[in-house]
């Protein structure tokens, strides 16, 4: 078991004020792995000051510092890519598959921002106007526990091509993650303040970076609920915010898709990231005529997702990332049952031999009807909705009637009838004919999907303020 009492503040792991401490728990047997001491006001304050202090210098530094900078912090993670993905399926129950993919995304960041650096124009002329491009300041990063690394490298790779300086609160779930990369951090010999971590609870840490000053803009990936309550607290002192929130994404399939391929893709698709995907397409609209045969395939397609110990290659979905998230997914499985819809597959209950951790039984509901609660709101769990629809302009029509806007999936024989339906379509991301991921176009939801875009030129501005110099 291992204890995690200190945070990191310009450039040392430190002590910390704050004395509450949060057991670490693992999702796929309930056993204690490991405890973190949790920061409070006081240890937030002092990560912004060295944040603060650090940017006077940092902000100036040349494109080439920072590709430097950026090229370290690749070199340190990659290092220790093995051991970041068991620790990951360890703490947070994710499948080897997924978790080996989160901690690749995480080094190539760095990669991605740097490209982007070497192209990206920081100062313009618009009309006769000089427009310099200036980074923000200090920037707050709140990240979630169900890829709590990739988030930290990705945003932090942003914050650094921009000049910026940041403070980090991790999920106090994702500690021993957070204590890993934080040394890969610490190894690559990153300047002092430059990157700041001070593990805590959101109701105290998260507010006090979220109230401070000092705090020029706020990062946040996580629920929409949250995303509001940091969007109102920024208000009061102007912050600038990026916001990427929940979903409810919808793939639709057109009459002319090849069910056989596109079904199985769609279920195991929904299954993304044992369910805990923001971008999970979990509501699947198809043609009504064509449902008796999508539910044969849906259910067999379900009967070859693999649940069990997340550290088997051959496991499709883990364990739930709490004892608490377990019993939302419990309970939404409950209310869709409660609602009418057709169980297909799956169900209450943890399945046969898994009765130790959080593990959720990979379920369907049919004959959804898209006003349903299991088809509004996000469940985050292993879940599917099958909705059936008349026509192609219903099909868009459901696509479009929710409150998300994160991210939508078209399958069609016709990729420009797919192209045509995908600009009709309200989402920050369309992916046509599979699941697919650019990390240098820009990611981000329309509605409450969130505010704002991460990832390559579009990301970088996000940390940016054009000044025009009129001469």
């Known amino acids: 078991m291992k204890s995690i009492n200190k945070g990191y503040i310009d450039g040392e792991f430190v002590a910390l004020n704050g004395t509450q401490v949060f057991d670490l728990i693992n999702p796929t047997d309930h056993q204690k792995i490991g405890e973190v001491t949790l920061g409070d006001e006081t240890d937030t304050r002092r990560a912004v000051a060295a944040a603060k202090e650090a940017f006077r210098w940092f902000s100036k530094t040349s494109v080439e510092d920072r590709i430097r900078i950026l090229n370290k912090l690749?070199?340190?993670?990659?290092?220790?890519?093995?051991?970041?993905?068991?620790?990951?399926?360890?703490?947070?129950?994710?499948?080897?598959?997924?978790?080996?993919?989160?901690?690749?995304?995480?080094?190539?960041?760095?990669?991605?921002?740097?490209?982007?650096?070497?192209?990206?124009?920081?100062?313009?002329?618009?009309?006769?106007?000089?427009?310099?491009?200036?980074?923000?300041?200090?920037?707050?990063?709140?990240?979630?526990?169900?890829?709590?690394?990739?988030?930290?490298?990705?945003?932090?790779?942003?914050?650094?091509?921009?000049?910026?300086?940041?403070?980090?609160?991790?999920?106090?779930?994702?500690?021993?993650?957070?204590?890993?990369?934080?040394?890969?951090?610490?190894?690559?010999?990153?300047?002092?303040?430059?990157?700041?971590?001070?593990?805590?609870?959101?109701?105290?840490?998260?507010?006090?970076?979220?109230?401070?000053?000092?705090?020029?803009?706020?990062?946040?990936?996580?629920?929409?609920?949250?995303?509001?309550?940091?969007?109102?607290?920024?208000?009061?002192?102007?912050?600038r915010v990026t916001l990427e929130l929940g979903g409810k994404s919808p793939n639709i399939i057109l009459d002319d898709a090849d069910l056989e391929k596109a079904i199985p893709q769609a279920v195991f698709g929904a299954y993304m990231n044992s369910g805990q995907a923001c971008i999970a397409p979990t509501r699947l609209l198809v043609p009504k005529e064509k449902l008796p045969e999508v539910n044969q395939l849906a259910k067999a397609a379900a009967e070859r997702v693999v649940v069990d110990d997340p550290a088997k290659d051959t496991t499709n979905v883990g364990p739930m990332v709490s004892e608490k998230q377990f019993e939302r997914v419990q309970s939404y499985i409950q209310i869709g049952l409660n609602e009418g819809a057709t169980l297909l597959a799956g169900g209450l209950g943890k399945p046969e031999g898994l009765e130790a951790g959080n593990f959720v039984k990979a379920t369907i509901f049919t004959n959804v009807r898209n006003e349903m609660r299991v088809a509004q709101e996000e469940i985050?769990?292993?879940?599917?909705?099958?909705?059936?629809?008349?026509?192609?302009?219903?099909?868009?029509?459901?696509?479009?009637?929710?409150?998300?806007?994160?991210?939508?999936?078209?399958?069609?024989?016709?990729?420009?009838?797919?192209?045509?339906?995908?600009?009709?379509?309200?989402?920050?991301?369309?992916?046509?004919?599979?699941?697919?991921?650019?990390?240098?176009?820009?990611?981000?939801?329309?509605?409450?999907?969130?505010?704002?875009?991460?990832?390559?030129?579009?990301?970088?501005?996000?940390?940016?303020?054009?000044?025009?110099?009129?001469?």
């Open 74 to 239: 690749k070199n340190a993670v990659s290092k220790r890519e093995k051991e970041l993905t068991e620790v990951m399926i360890l703490e947070y129950g994710g499948t080897r598959r997924f978790c080996t993919m989160s901690v690749q995304n995480a080094i190539a960041s760095f990669d991605n921002m740097a490209e982007t650096l070497r192209h990206f124009e920081f100062q313009r002329k618009v009309g006769n106007t000089l427009v310099q491009m200036t980074p923000v300041g200090v920037v707050g990063i709140i990240t979630p526990w169900n890829s709590s690394n990739s988030f930290i490298c990705s945003k932090l790779a942003t914050a650094i091509a921009a000049g910026c300086t940041v403070v980090v609160k991790p999920s106090e779930m994702s500690a021993l993650q957070t204590q890993l990369l934080t040394e890969c951090f610490h190894e690559a010999g990153l300047p002092k303040g430059l990157y700041n971590m001070v593990n805590g609870l959101g109701n105290v840490v998260g507010n006090a970076i979220t109230n401070h000053p000092d705090i020029a803009k706020i990062s946040f990936t996580g629920s929409t609920v949250t995303g509001k309550l940091i969007a109102r607290s920024a208000v009061d002192t102007v912050k």
């Open 380 to 471: 985050f769990g292993p879940v599917l909705s099958i909705i059936p629809y008349e026509n192609e302009e219903e099909a868009i029509a459901i696509a479009n009637d929710t409150t998300y806007g994160l991210a939508a999936y078209i399958t069609s024989a016709d990729e420009d009838r797919a192209l045509r339906v995908a600009s009709r379509v309200d989402a920050g991301r369309v992916c046509i004919n599979g699941f697919k991921h650019d990390p240098l176009a820009p990611f981000g939801g329309f509605k409450q999907s969130g505010i704002g875009r991460e990832f390559g030129a579009y990301g970088l501005e996000e940390y940016l303020e054009p000044k025009s110099i009129l001469i």
